[in-house]
């Protein structure tokens, strides 16, 4: 067993020399061999021991547990930190919440003694039935990688010596160590699902071939290379990702042109930007589904109040509408006015003498005398038409952005210029108006649109 941890050890380079490790250690056989074995490779590596325990308070008997920790950490003359956990809000879920409580217990003991790392005692079996539990419920592939040696909670290094070791083994370790240790009696209940793959399911495969530790072993480490890789190429597609405070979106074209293994990998790192834990395959599926479908304007609610909406090319996740509202906005002359959807619009005063660019789609000129001044920028009314250059008549501005694909989701936020008496000049990116002649003579007024995402020299 000794030799098995030392290659674990030097394999994954799980402690620096001269470093300070705190020991989580709860007084069962697999954290107290942990600490026997880590007492006596401390001298090799001039390792700074700390021993950490969590009382979770859930069984009668874990003050027991508590005192013996104590116990050995006071005969090993080690530094021993305790915790209590709080009392929890019965709506949440408990597992999770010890978890989030132990490590925040863990990352405060570090920041006091200047600790780096924390060593737990988490061994073969548990990684063979934490991915055996993973296979009966997750549809995620990732989730067969099981425990990883070597993880970080924040800058907190989270090692674990013993992954590579069984349960037998360590059993076998602290009886020929004389190790002290207390078994908790909740492990031989059938209630937890973890008891029932411990006593009937791995026995039976364990039965079939003992080298299932290794092959299992095998198969995380291959997921776990596998999704390095397709986390790198989600980290350069992200780059095709435009995302404000409550909202992220993407190219329609762009999704379907992906393979489907990046693009599921894609949207669940979108959904993730909404600190959603709980993504399930069925919700990414339906998203997929939702994008290859040929009609142009579709929407599907997700979990936690996120919509994913879709229109045209368009996609588009949130979980704020407030920025729905309509606005009007007074734009002052020399100034740049931030609009609620994260564009920016601004208007100079300046005298032009060359022709502007008839195919220029962000930026347009306009005469003073054309003109009643102050401008404005609002979103559309209903009945809204422009007045096209060249006499070619009005038409609706409605029609304009169904004739540009606008998303659906997008119109009633477009920017519109208009003047004082509320005549439209321009629709940015889409048509500008017949006050926006090619002929211009004397002082004139520059407007400048930047879309979400763009540059000032886009113009």
């Not at 030799?3 to 250690?25: C, G, H, P």
């Not at 069962?28 to 006596?40: Q, T, V, Y």
């Not at 009392?87 to 925040?104: S, V």
Request: one cysteine or more.
């Amino acid at each position: 067993m000794r030799k098995v941890i030392l290659e674990t050890v030097k394999k994954y380079e799980l402690f620096d020399k001269k470093s300070v490790v705190i020991v989580a250690v709860s007084g069962g056989s697999d954290s107290m061999a942990l600490l026997h074995f880590m007492k006596h490779y401390a001298t090799q590596y001039q390792l700074s021991l700390v021993v950490a325990h969590v009382n979770h308070k859930k069984r009668k008997n874990s003050e027991l547990d508590e005192l013996l920790v104590k116990q050995i950490a006071a005969e090993y003359k080690l530094p021993y930190e305790g915790y209590y956990l709080p009392q929890m809000n019965k709506r949440e879920n408990f597992h999770e919440y010890a978890r989030k409580e132990r490590y925040k217990f863990f990352n405060a003991v570090a920041n006091k003694y200047g600790a780096s790392c924390l060593a737990t005692a988490h061994h073969a079996d548990d990684q063979l039935e934490t991915q055996i539990q993973r296979l009966l419920y997750q549809e995620n592939p990732s989730g067969l990688i099981g425990i990883k040696p070597v993880t970080f909670n924040g800058e907190l290094k989270i090692v674990r010596p013993f992954i590579n070791v069984t349960k037998n083994q360590i059993y076998g370790y602290c009886e020929e160590e004389k190790v002290e240790f207390r078994e908790d009696e909740s492990n031989k209940s059938d209630a937890y699902t973890r008891n029932r793959i411990r006593k009937y399911i791995v026995p039976q495969l364990l039965k079939e071939s003992n080298s299932v530790y290794g092959h299992l072993r095998a198969v995380g480490k291959q997921l776990n290379d596998d999704e390095s890789y397709f986390n790198e190429k989600v980290d350069e597609l992200m780059g095709n990702v435009l995302q404000g405070d409550h909202w992220v979106e993407t190219s329609r074209t762009f999704l379907q042109k992906l393979p489907p293994s990046l693009s599921r990998r894609l949207i669940r790192r979108v959904l993730q930007q909404f600190s959603i834990k709980d993504i399930q395959s069925v919700h990414i599926e339906h998203i997929l589904n939702l994008i290859n479908n040929p009609k142009p304007n579709l929407t599907l609610c997700l979990p936690h109040r996120i919509r994913c909406v879709i229109a045209y090319d368009n996609v588009r996740f949130s979980t704020n509408d407030s920025v729905l509202e309509g606005y009007e906005i007074t734009l002052l002359m020399n100034n740049r006015v931030s609009l609620p959807t994260g564009d920016w619009i601004k208007v100079s005063e300046n005298k032009v003498d060359e022709k502007p660019e008839k195919f220029c789609i962000n930026k347009v000129h306009l005469c003073y005398n054309e003109i009643e001044l102050p401008l404005k920028v609002r979103t559309r009314k209903p009945g809204d038409r422009i007045q096209l250059m060249n006499g070619l008549g009005s038409k609706k501005i409605k029609e304009i952005m169904i004739e540009s694909k606008i998303p659906k989701s997008l119109r009633d936020l477009w920017p519109i210029v208009v003047d004082s008496n509320d005549q439209i000049l321009w629709v940015p990116l889409l048509k500008k108006s017949a006050f926006c002649q090619q002929k211009l003579n004397g002082q004139t007024i520059t407007i400048d649109y930047n879309h979400r995402g763009g540059n000032e020299e886009d113009a």
